[in-house]
């Protein structure tokens, strides 16, 4: 495990948490502390540019690449007007990078399985094991294991 991926998991620690966000921050992935985290995730490559929001939940297994963005889509409107509910983001998930999951209302969920695209732009939810690319991004195959 490298020391992004350790820094991410130490974030929930009581007495080491809060330093271990701040070194994620320095090295340039915001990943709050109210944000779950499932068994085996992998921060690729260090995570530089890395933001995720702080109502988003992360399962086992999942792979994010440089530059992913999970977060709201309608940052125009004050958060307390916003229907925004949160990111759910399942399984065995690959988030390549550069990709934008954008959420405008209730929770967009990424199956289990499935994959983003480089430089893709979701802005909906998928199903299981699928291959989502494009902006806005659209599902272009499915995954076979």
Not at 31 to 43: C, D, K, Q, T, Y
Not at 59 to 65: D, Q
Request: with cysteine; charged share 20%.
């Amino acid at each position: 495990m490298d020391i992004y991926t350790r820094l991410t998991y130490l974030r929930n620690n009581q007495l080491l948490g809060r330093l271990a966000y701040l070194l994620l921050k320095l090295l340039g992935a915001e990943i709050p502390r109210s944000v779950g985290i499932g068994p085996g995730f992998e921060l690729a490559h260090g995570g530089f540019g890395v933001v995720v929001h702080s109502k988003t939940s992360i399962g086992a297994r999942v792979k994010l690449y440089p530059g992913v963005t999970l977060g709201r889509a309608d940052i125009y409107r004050p958060a307390s007007e916003s229907q925004f509910e949160g990111i759910v983001i399942e399984d065995d998930v690959i988030l390549s990078p550069g990709c934008k999951v954008l959420c405008k209302e209730g929770v967009l969920r990424v199956g289990r399985g499935s994959v983003i695209g480089a430089n893709a732009v979701l802005l909906q939810s998928t199903g299981d094991y699928e291959i989502w690319a494009g902006n806005p991004a659209q599902c272009v195959g499915h995954r076979h294991d």
